[in-house]
Structure formats: structure tokens, C-alpha cells
T-cell receptor
Framework: SAVISQKPSRDICQRGTSLTIQCQVD?????MFWYRQQPGQSLTLIAT?????????ESGFVIDKFPISRPNLTFSTLTVSNMSPEDSSIYLC???????????????FGNGTRLTVT | DAKTTQPPSMDCAEGRAANLPCNHS???????VYWYRQIHSQGPQYIIH???NNETNEMASLIITEDRKSSTLILPHATLRDTAVYYC????????????FGAGTQVVVTP
């Protein structure tokens, strides 16, 4: 499987500011996803990052708050906008291999970005 | 996607087999059972998946009952490094494999 990396690995930000998280895969992949893991909780899917088109957001998540870019098949960014302490979470990206049938190929995750908003 | 039910926690002795149950009584014919685990401070790691046949790989075995309403993940010789939260997830072919995580089972392997 391809190597996936996220930057930054952690950050402490002030409320009202925005942070952009980068996700890089070392080979082309079909699908990329962004997840959030709030403290002590399980993972929640934020959106599917689509190459060349707008991201598809899950219920409860909106583009104005979590804008996503996917300029090519190896890279995506998630921005957490106008942050508040409630946005303190781990944000993880994941990918699915190119050329695989969606239901028969596992997701591979990065190690996440630990965000603390003060 | 069908929901899953897992025990919140399990203890296992090092070197013994760990058997992790998962109930998915509302699973439909086109849904796969996936298992992931998340070691502290890391992203989830794929373990294994199956449709209706039992599956085995270098990490674990997956046993799916004939009616597909439940499954068991078997770690044959648990080590301390297997301490993690284990997630059983049912994935439909129509969802492009998007994973919806539940609470999982916290497995603690003790010496």
C-alpha cells in the first residue's frame, strides 16, 4: 500500500483562526476521505474529497466550516475555519487504492493531526 | 449500512488467542464485514474483511456465521502490541466503502 502522511502532526491554535491540514499519498489514489475523532470518541466521517470537483460532505458538516481541496490524485487539504475549542480533535485523512472496486479495497489512514484550540 | 454491536472492552492474556465478537444482525447481502484497529495515538489500521466465507491473513482470522448475522475476529497469539480499540464495520457496495465507525472494543493484552 502507498505511504500516507499528514502535516502538521499537531498544532495549538487560537479561537477564531483557521488551520489547513495537508494529506499526501506517495502514489495516485482514487478516493480520499477526511475524518474527525473528538476526544475519547470514535471516528466520524467529515467528507469525501473528490479530485476535480467539490467534496461530498456528510450530515452535520458544511463546506464553509471545513473547506476541502483535492487538486490531484495524490494530495488533499482540509481547512478548519474560524476555530472554537469544540473543534479540538484529531483530524485524519484516508485513501482507497486506485483501480480497486470500492467495496473490496480497504481504507488506509494517516496518523492524524492533533488539533487543540484555546 | 447495517449497524454493529461489540462489547466495550475485553482482556486477553499474552500468547493466548483473542476472540472478538461482533453482531450485525441486520446485514444485507451486498455488505462486507471489515475489521480495523486503532492503537493509541495512531490512525486506524486495516486488519481483514470478508463477505460470507471465513478469511485468514497474516494478522488474523475472520469467522462469519452462516446466516451472516455475526462474526468473530481471532488474533491467534495475542501480544502486548495488539492492545488497541478494534472496530467491526459493515460496508455496503453502494457507499464506495465509506467507513462509519462505532465505539469498538477496547482490547487490553496483559502479560
Amino acid at each position: 500500500s502507498a505511504v500516507i502522511s499528514q502535516k502538521p502532526s499537531r498544532d495549538i491554535c487560537q479561537r477564531g483562526t483557521s488551520l489547513t491540514i495537508q494529506c499526501q499519498v506517495d502514489s495516485q489514489v482514487t478516493m480520499m476521505f477526511w475524518y474527525r475523532q473528538q476526544p475519547g470518541q470514535s471516528l466520524t466521517l467529515i467528507a469525501t474529497a473528490n479530485q476535480g470537483s467539490e467534496a461530498t460532505y456528510e450530515s452535520g458538516f458544511v463546506i464553509d466550516k471545513f473547506p476541502i481541496s483535492r487538486p490531484n490524485l495524490t494530495f488533499s487539504t482540509l481547512t478548519v475555519s474560524n476555530m472554537s475549542p469544540e473543534d479540538s480533535s484529531i483530524y485524519l485523512c484516508a485513501y482507497r487504492d486506485s483501480g480497486s472496486r470500492g467495496y473490496n479495497s480497504p481504507l488506509h489512514f494517516g496518523n492524524g493531526t492533533r488539533l487543540t484550540v484555546t | 449500512d447495517a449497524k454493529t454491536t461489540q462489547p466495550p472492552s475485553m482482556d486477553c492474556a499474552e500468547g493466548r488467542a483473542a476472540n472478538l465478537p461482533c453482531n450485525h444482525s441486520t446485514i444485507s447481502g451486498n455488505e462486507y464485514v471489515y475489521w480495523y484497529r486503532q492503537i493509541h495515538s495512531q490512525g486506524p489500521q486495516y486488519i481483514i474483511h470478508g463477505l460470507k466465507n471465513n478469511e485468514t491473513n497474516e494478522m488474523a482470522s475472520l469467522i462469519i456465521t452462516e446466516d451472516r448475522k455475526s462474526s468473530t475476529l481471532i488474533l491467534p497469539h495475542a501480544t502486548l502490541r495488539d492492545t488497541a480499540v478494534y472496530y467491526c464495520i459493515v460496508v455496503t457496495t453502494d457507499s464506495w466503502g465509506k467507513l462509519q465507525f462505532g465505539a469498538g472494543t477496547q482490547v487490553v493484552v496483559t502479560p
